[in-house]
């Protein structure tokens, strides 16, 4: 079997959900669940990200806005994936695994990727957000707009 035959049915829709939007300080958060639509996210992922969101968003200053995104990705194996916006284009991230039965001990991940199809099409929708809500927007920057626009469906 080659290289190629291995990406052959290797696609299925997952289900992303917006579950809450949390604050940190002067961080707002929209926390979103993703994993495959009959298995759901664990209760103990979504609380798990949450947590390490609150302990590894840096302080907001005036490269950073207050507004950030998580991903609680039900996977293989649980993944937390912590994103905010600084500057005014660029979109950082920390990302942090564990275990596929442990999610007390969930670590950084060093070589940081950028994200499957799967989160990539959350994070898509945030560029999208992001753009239209606040560099690109006519009226001026409107970040509670961008807060309160949330995604929800199959990726």
């Not at 609150?54 to 907001?60: D, Y």
């Not at 001990?105 to 070589?111: A, F, G, H, I, W």
Request: glycine share 8%.
């Amino acid at each position: 079997m080659s290289a190629v035959d291995s990406l052959a049915h290797a696609y299925h829709q997952r289900r992303a959900d917006f579950v809450s939007e949390e604050r940190f300080g002067d961080w707002r958060l929209k926390l979103y669940g993703l994993a495959a639509p009959e298995k759901g996210v664990r209760q103990e992922l979504l609380d798990a990200t949450r947590r390490l969101a609150g302990e590894s968003l840096p302080e907001v200053d005036e490269a950073r806005h207050g507004a950030a995104f998580a991903i609680a990705h039900d996977a293989t194996y649980p993944i937390a994936l912590v994103y905010w916006w600084q500057a005014e284009n660029e979109l950082h991230q920390r990302v942090f695994v564990g275990a596929p039965d442990d999610l007390g001990d969930m670590s950084p991940v060093t070589l940081t990727p950028t994200g499957c199809v799967w989160e990539l099409g959350v994070v898509e929708f945030e560029r999208r957000a992001w753009i239209e809500d606040v560099i690109g927007n006519p009226a001026g920057p409107d970040l509670d707009r961008y807060m309160d626009r949330r995604f929800e469906g199959l990726v």
